[in-house]
């Protein structure tokens, strides 16, 4: 069965905007960290952001100051907020969640495209 569901990408121009969400089943227990990854196209997958139960955050260098990482623990949801998009950002982003047991979750992807 499908335990997270992702949604938010898209197709923008540079400099813009878009907001990334990943829903988990309530199936899930115990979350611990939440985060976000991708991989562009040739490349090998990375982490962007991830965040943990008690709010605790880290990012890649490359989207330190654009994107920021948040959860609401009440709908076991986690978001991406992206700003000033670059093409370099183009890439399919993966919701990744991970309980206190160290069980391991992984969304669909989502495609990002930023336009010159």
């Known amino acids: 069965q499908v335990q997270l569901v992702e949604s938010g990408g898209g197709l923008v121009q540079a400099g813009g905007s878009l907001r990334l969400s990943c829903a988990a089943s309530r199936s899930i227990f115990s979350i611990n960290a939440m985060g976000w990854y991708r991989q562009a196209p040739g490349k090998q997958r990375e982490l962007v952001a991830v965040i943990t139960s008690g709010g605790t955050t880290n990012s890649a260098d490359s989207v330190k100051g654009r994107f920021t990482i948040s959860r609401d623990n009440a709908k076991n949801t986690v978001y991406l907020q992206m700003n000033s998009l670059k093409p370099e950002d183009t890439a399919v982003y993966y919701c990744?969640?991970?309980?206190?047991?160290?069980?391991?979750?992984w969304g669909q992807g989502t495609q990002v495209t930023v336009s010159s």
């Open positions: 990744n969640v991970r309980t206190y047991s160290t069980v391991t979750y």
